[in-house]
């Protein structure tokens, strides 16, 4: 092995080292509490495991709470089927357990990215300082940076499936364009792009907002026929068409369980979509202007204000990457003019950013939304990457200088996600009030109580309903285990609305959640 592989070898291990740490540490109690739609994730999960109830299976959707597709829920699933029956031996609790595909998603992405950005920009030059080439340089400091964004590392720790989103486009991407690149005529030129499409696919099966991405691929499709189509030989054009109809075929063949779901239950599809968007307001024009702004600025001036999702109103990017990020982006805009040999990874990644911005901006609900945008992560850590990249190009003291430079900046950005993450948010009153913490409190007192004993919930919340039942008895459904109507009876608790208090028995335990 060259000393540039154990070079980057290393520097890429460290990374994804303390990216795991990030995401894995204190998995089951940071963020405290459980947020509903977490619980209802979770109750789902279980509720998929059970295969005897007519409720019970694996699904392509999820019809409660607003409608989710399936595949985060049913991974959940297997994640609950395999580790739970480990009991108390078992290393991580039951909300841990919900949170941690999310934060493997997390951490593979962060890989996802080097690989991705490298591919990129590719080229043979080397740097000096390290002797590794300026592509593995952008991509390592693209990783670095998501792996230590508080925005990618708050949805690697909820039990959201929007995380798988920027996991399977980057990955899709990388083998995607990894496909036309392949030069060597062997069996993975027929098996990278069938791996690309499987990933790529799959994306649809996350986030409602991975809609959006057929805009992306099919300009790449394009890109690469009209870039290269005059120097092409017949073979090569074959190969083209052949990697083409592969990819396409693939994610097709994976979406298609969920295309057709919706074909029959179209009311779905639009369901979310519809009650959000801002052509139903009065001003539409208007509200997408002020998106667009609130979309731009929440990078480096204010940020989402949900407790959430964010420090309420702190902008997205650390102050050192969102200069970094500025710098990335003015410098790849200028990388499109038709004279540059970067231009084709410019365009892809600007268009990317702006795909990944539409379903933020046709939006009006809690603006800006750091969760609804979560597409735009990589490509925001791309620019910022290629932005360190151009300023550590630029700046050119003496070489132990610059290096001392680059690892301290590198540490100071590190230490402040740690302390922004464990210290000064997740101790935050409002983060425990917006993960619904109390509600844990009370399921975990339910799970004391004698089963003789009989146990009312009188839900008074508001909040959508779920079999009759407010969201946010959620939480408390989960930590006890009495989503199912079975587990309700088998462990004597009542799930009642405040008209059916009086015929509560005496001797009952009663709490109502307000």
Request: no cysteine.
């Amino acid at each position: 092995m060259t000393r540039r592989w154990k070079t980057t070898i290393f520097l890429l291990l460290t990374i994804l080292l303390f990216a795991s740490f990030l995401r894995l540490y204190n998995l089951d109690q940071t963020p405290p509490g459980l947020y509903a739609d977490e619980a209802m994730y979770g109750n789902n999960a279980i509720q998929a495991l059970d295969s005897g109830s007519p409720d019970g299976g694996f699904k392509v959707f999820y019809e409660e709470n607003n409608g989710r597709e399936g595949l985060f829920i049913n991974i959940q699933a297997v994640f609950i089927g395999l580790i739970s029956p480990i009991g108390p031996i078992s290393p991580i609790g039951p909300i841990g357990l919900l949170r941690l595909p999310s934060a493997i998603f997390g951490i593979l992405t962060v890989l996802g990215i080097y690989f991705l950005a490298r591919e990129l920009f590719q080229e043979n030059s080397k740097s000096e300082q390290f002797r590794i080439s300026r592509s593995e340089l952008i991509g390592l400091f693209s990783s670095f940076l998501l792996a230590t964004s508080f925005w990618h590392l708050n949805f690697s720790r909820i039990g959201f499936r929007a995380i798988m989103a920027p996991f399977f486009l980057t990955w899709g991407l990388y083998f995607l364009i990894k496909s036309y690149n392949w030069s060597n005529k062997s069996y993975w030129s027929y098996l990278l792009p069938i791996l690309a499409g499987l990933v790529y696919g799959l994306g649809f099966h996350s986030y409602i907002a991975y809609r959006a991405t057929p805009i992306l691929i099919l300009l790449i499709i394009y890109w690469i026929y009209q870039s290269n189509k005059s120097n092409w030989s017949y073979s090569a054009k074959k190969n083209y068409w052949l990697t083409t109809f592969l990819f396409l075929t693939a994610a097709i063949l994976t979406a298609l369980p969920l295309g057709i779901y919706f074909l029959e239950n179209p009311q779905d599809f639009f369901g979310r979509t519809a009650q959000i968007s801002i052509f139903d307001s009065p001003t539409p024009l208007k509200d997408l202007g002020i998106n667009i702004l609130k979309t731009l600025g929440m990078f480096n001036f204010v940020g989402d204000h949900n407790w959430r999702h964010n420090i309420a109103g702190n902008p997205l990017l650390f102050w050192p990457v969102g200069v970094l990020f500025l710098i990335g982006l003015a410098a790849t805009m200028v990388k499109t003019s038709k004279t540059s040999p970067e231009r084709f990874p410019a365009v892809i990644i600007l268009t990317w950013f702006i795909v990944a911005a539409l379903p933020v901006i046709i939006s009006n609900e809690g603006m800006p939304h750091a969760l609804r945008a979560i597409l735009m992560a990589p490509p925001v850590f791309i620019l910022a990457g290629f932005g360190g990249m151009w300023l550590y190009e630029k700046i050119r003291p003496i070489r132990p200088i610059k290096l001392i430079g680059l690892i301290g900046l590198m540490a100071f950005i590190a230490v402040n996600t740690y302390v922004s993450y464990f210290i000064v948010w997740a101790r935050q009153p409002a983060v425990a009030d917006a993960f619904h913490q109390r509600y844990v409190e009370i399921g975990r007192y339910i799970n004391s109580l004698p089963k003789e004993t009989p146990k009312y919930i009188v839900i008074d919340t508001g909040g959508h309903d779920v079999r009759k039942i407010g969201t946010p008895a959620q939480p408390i459904m989960f930590i006890t285990d009495t989503f199912l109507l079975s587990k309700q009876k088998e462990k004597n608790l009542h799930y009642i609305s405040s008209e059916q208090i009086e015929s509560v028995p005496a001797g009952s335990f009663v709490i109502t959640i307000d």
